[in-house]
């Protein structure tokens, strides 16, 4: 039987390795995708390799696309990152780390993708519970997405198939994602979740990313392995 | 008065320009966003850069986006371009030219822009009457496109604004389309619309895009100035 196949949107980070364990599991071959795309360190892109392989994704591209043209986010231009947010702060306001549009255009990218490799799930580790309050992670952006891909693309057209577009971790809490993460066996410590880390590639402990990761495996009861 | 400001997606061809020239007539300062994306040839970004200056653009940017990683159409490998189609062939199913979906990322990267420089509408140049069959030429397609980025975006979510998608030329024949042109001013000697140009940049005549810009000015009954 030729297994269904499924595009896996992969920043490198415990959110997207979670996702892609999670589309394994569903019983997918999957094609993982990662963008560089400015940000500001190379260790994301590296991660998302390490989890490919460890994931046995059957391939993995990385797709370069250039974010600082435009401008307008601290993850892509030389702004500050903020630090020591409250759960308070992150849940008010859409935060200078959100990239413009990023998610959309990502999941064009995937969409794409599924076209040529004939998938007909994209899967994306979006959180819309612990997360910075970016407006392309809440569900109704994601449905939104699917509706309009499934007018975007050949298969919808022709009635062959409909494209999917999955966020199996949107209502899951940073916890519940530790927590699924382990069960499903993903070696955390390959995964790099800070905005922004030293020049050694150490996390800052201090952005959303770190503080949310960290809330995540407090919460349920474990290190942090990518801490060792 | 601040004018409103548009994105307007521009190929360099017919229908994006005659586009940017409704944008300009409608008053909107415009934005434009072309994308070298592996097409074969360079005259488009060429002629592109021309008609953003022709019709007073504030600002023109051009974004790489490798397309080619994916494969799967003639216009981004080395497929064959099909040649002297029928309207009745073009009409019927989604040729070798279609880039994977290529409006939906062209838009999604508009919308970034138009996050980043608070321009309320994106013109975009496509065409359901007299065009090749890509399923993201269809007005349901820009529509749910719409209903998407409104979604997707911090003036969506913080109610400050709407982004509307404009497909002016979207049920306009080819010959409407070179009669506006005209009636706007459009140096038309200035747009490239071949899929397949020799090497000295002159039009081949007969891919889908030479014989839909010659019916186009055939049925308006002016010579192509693009031709002398």
């Given at each position: 039987m030729i297994p269904k196949r499924a595009i896996c949107l992969l920043s490198g980070g415990l959110d997207s390795a979670t996702c892609?364990?999670?589309?394994?599991?569903?019983?997918?071959?999957?094609?993982?995708l990662s963008?560089?795309?400015?940000q500001r360190h190379r260790l994301e892109l590296e991660a998302a390799a390490r989890v490919a392989e460890h994931l046995k994704a059957a391939e993995h591209k990385i797709i370069a696309i250039d974010l600082r043209a435009f401008g307008g986010s601290a993850l892509t231009s030389d702004m500050?990152?903020?630090?020591?947010r409250s759960a308070a702060?992150?849940?008010?306001g859409i935060p200078v780390t959100y990239v413009?549009?990023?998610?959309?255009i990502f999941l064009s990218f995937a969409l794409a993708y599924a076209e040529v490799r004939n998938a007909s799930d994209i899967f994306i580790g979006v959180n819309a519970i612990d997360y910075s309050g970016y407006p392309d992670c809440r569900p109704e952006f994601i449905e939104a997405f699917e509706r309009m891909?499934?007018?975007?693309?050949k298969a919808g057209v022709e009635g062959r198939s409909?494209?999917?577009?999955?966020?199996?971790?949107?209502?899951m809490s940073k916890s519940d994602i530790v927590r699924a993460a382990i069960a499903l066996g993903v070696d955390l410590s390959l995964t790099h979740s800070c905005y922004d880390p030293d020049p050694q590639g150490r996390p800052c402990g201090h952005c959303d990313s770190c503080l949310l990761r960290r809330k995540g495996f407090d919460e349920a009861g474990v290190s942090d392995p990518a801490l060792k």
């Open positions: 892609l364990a999670i589309a394994r599991h569903d019983g997918f071959e999957n094609y993982c963008f560089d795309y400015g500050d990152v903020p630090k020591q702060e992150m849940g008010n413009p549009a990023r998610n959309t891909a499934n007018l975007a693309t409909r494209i999917s577009i999955r966020a199996p971790l949107i209502r």
